[in-house]
């Protein structure tokens, strides 16, 4: 009778080592994909951060322009420096973005990294546990007090 809960109790833990390896695993499909997504959203806010400051700059730069032309100055090195100011902002600006984006991508796959790590130690904790009871199973069931 020992013998028959021993296998019993195997192909519970069995079972539910296989249950505990599923939804581990699903658990870090579930999270990859809310990456993908964080990234998709952290990449269309910076798109549109980019188009923003290009808008202004054009409006600067159109209002140097205006500016200018109503002072009889277009084209003089004052106009061209003005210009070349806003230019460079908005360059200074669209690196600083792109930074940003690298850092905020480079952390969400550190992060995606240690959830894997933690989802596989899970599933190696399981497989040890299972392991650790089919051998108390053979050890135990074939001796006599």
């Given at each position: 009778m020992a013998v028959g809960a021993a296998i019993?109790?195997?192909?519970?833990?069995?079972?539910?080592?296989?249950?505990?390896?599923?939804?581990?695993?699903?658990a870090a499909?579930?999270?990859?994909?809310?990456?993908k997504l964080q990234d998709a959203k952290?990449?269309?806010?910076?798109?549109?951060?980019?188009?923003?400051?290009?808008?202004?700059?054009?409006?600067?730069?159109a209002q140097v322009e205006q500016g200018a032309?109503?002072?009889?100055?277009?084209?003089?090195?004052?106009?061209i420096q003005a210009q070349g100011a806003l230019n460079q902002g908005v360059a200074k600006q669209?690196?600083?973005?792109?930074t940003q984006n690298q850092f905020v991508q480079a952390q969400s796959g550190?992060?995606?990294?240690?959830?894997d790590a933690g989802a596989k130690a899970q599933t190696a904790q399981v497989i040890g546990?299972?392991?650790?009871?089919a051998?108390?199973?053979?050890?135990?069931?074939g001796t006599k007090k």
């Amino acid at each position: 009778m020992a013998v028959g809960a021993a296998i019993a109790s195997a192909v519970i833990g069995a079972a539910t080592a296989a249950y505990t390896i599923d939804q581990s695993n699903k658990a870090a499909d579930a999270q990859e994909e809310q990456k993908k997504l964080q990234d998709a959203k952290n990449a269309a806010a910076s798109a549109g951060k980019s188009r923003e400051a290009v808008r202004e700059e054009r409006i600067k730069r159109a209002q140097v322009e205006q500016g200018a032309s109503n002072a009889g100055t277009s084209g003089s090195s004052a106009a061209i420096q003005a210009q070349g100011a806003l230019n460079q902002g908005v360059a200074k600006q669209a690196s600083a973005q792109a930074t940003q984006n690298q850092f905020v991508q480079a952390q969400s796959g550190l992060a995606q990294k240690a959830a894997d790590a933690g989802a596989k130690a899970q599933t190696a904790q399981v497989i040890g546990s299972l392991a650790q009871s089919a051998t108390g199973m053979f050890t135990t069931g074939g001796t006599k007090k």
